[in-house]
C-alpha cells in the first residue's frame, strides 16, 4: 500500500528551539507539500517542492523553511520555535499534471511551550 | 485562478438516512476535482476523485459524487450515513498545470446521530 510517513505524530517543543519535522513518502511521486491546519482556519500550504532541491512558498512560509535533498523526502524546519506554530501539520504528495490525488500522512500535532 | 466553496460547515443527519454535503467550484480550466475525509487526529484519506472521466463518480465506503458542469458543483452523497461516516470532509480542486496544484474547501463537519 502506498504510504506517505511522518516521522512523529506528536511533539512537544520549547520556544526557541530549532524543530524539523520529517515527511517520506514510497510513491515515487514529484511533488511534495507541507500544510499547517488550524481550527476555523482550514489548510494553509506552508511550503510545497516540485523536484529535489526545488521548494516554492506556499501561503504562510514566515518562520518555516524545508529541506529536498533526496526524492522521497521532504522536511519541514521551525527556525525558532514559537507559541503560534502549535498545531496540526500534514504533509502530502501527488505526481505532477495535477491529475493525480494528493497522498497525505497521518499528521504531527506540534505543540510549542 | 481557483476556488472552492463549501456550502455548509455542518451537516447533521440520523443514521440510515441520506447524506449530501455540498461543494461549489470555480476553475479557469478543466481542474480535477476530490472528496477527501478526515477522521479525528488524521490525515486526509481519498474518497474519489473527477478527472474529466465519467461524471457520476464512485468512491470508498458508499460514497459518490456528481460532476455538474453547468452548475459547477461536485456534491458528495451517500445514501444510508452510518456512524463511522461522522468525521470533516473536504472538497478540493486540482487545475492542471497548476504547480501548487490543490485549493482547498473550508470543511464540513458531518455529524451522524444514532
Known amino acids: 500500500d502506498v504510504k506517505v510517513t511522518q516521522s512523529s505524530r506528536y511533539l512537544v517543543k520549547r520556544t526557541g528551539e530549532k524543530v524539523f519535522l520529517e515527511c517520506v513518502q514510497d510513491?515515487?511521486?514529484?511533488?511534495m507539500f507541507w500544510y499547517r491546519q488550524d481550527p476555523g482556519l482550514g489548510l494553509r500550504l506552508i511550503y510545497f517542492?516540485?523536484?529535489?532541491?526545488?521548494?516554492e512558498k506556499g501561503d504562510i512560509p514566515e518562520g518555516y523553511s524545508v529541506s529536498r535533498e533526496k526524492k522521497e523526502r521532504f522536511s519541514l524546519i521551525l527556525e525558532s520555535a514559537s507559541t503560534n506554530q502549535t498545531s496540526m501539520y500534514l504533509c502530502?504528495?501527488?505526481?505532477?499534471?495535477?491529475?493525480?490525488?494528493?497522498?497525505f500522512g497521518d499528521g504531527t500535532r506540534l505543540s510549542i511551550l | 485562478a481557483q476556488s472552492v466553496t463549501q456550502l455548509d460547515s455542518h451537516v447533521s443527519v440520523s443514521e440510515g438516512t441520506p447524506v449530501l454535503l455540498r461543494c461549489n467550484y470555480s476553475?479557469?480550466?478543466?481542474?480535477?476535482l476530490f472528496w477527501y475525509v478526515q477522521h479525528p487526529n488524521k490525515g486526509l484519506q481519498l474518497l474519489l476523485k473527477y478527472t474529466s472521466a465519467a461524471t457520476l463518480v464512485k468512491g470508498i465506503n458508499g460514497f459518490e459524487a456528481e460532476f455538474k458542469k453547468s452548475e459547477t458543483s461536485f456534491h458528495l452523497t451517500k445514501p444510508s450515513a452510518h456512524m463511522s461516516d461522522a468525521a470533516e470532509y473536504f472538497c478540493?480542486?486540482?487545475?492542471?498545470?497548476?504547480?501548487?496544484?490543490?485549493?482547498f474547501g473550508s470543511g464540513t463537519q458531518l455529524t451522524v446521530l444514532p
Open positions: 517542492s516540485y523536484d529535489v532541491k526545488m521548494k
Open positions: 502530502a504528495s501527488s505526481l505532477t499534471g495535477g491529475q493525480g490525488a494528493a497522498a
Open positions: 476553475s479557469s480550466y478543466s481542474p480535477s
Open positions: 510513491m515515487d511521486h514529484e511533488n
Open positions: 478540493v480542486v486540482s487545475e492542471p498545470g497548476s504547480a501548487r496544484q490543490l485549493t
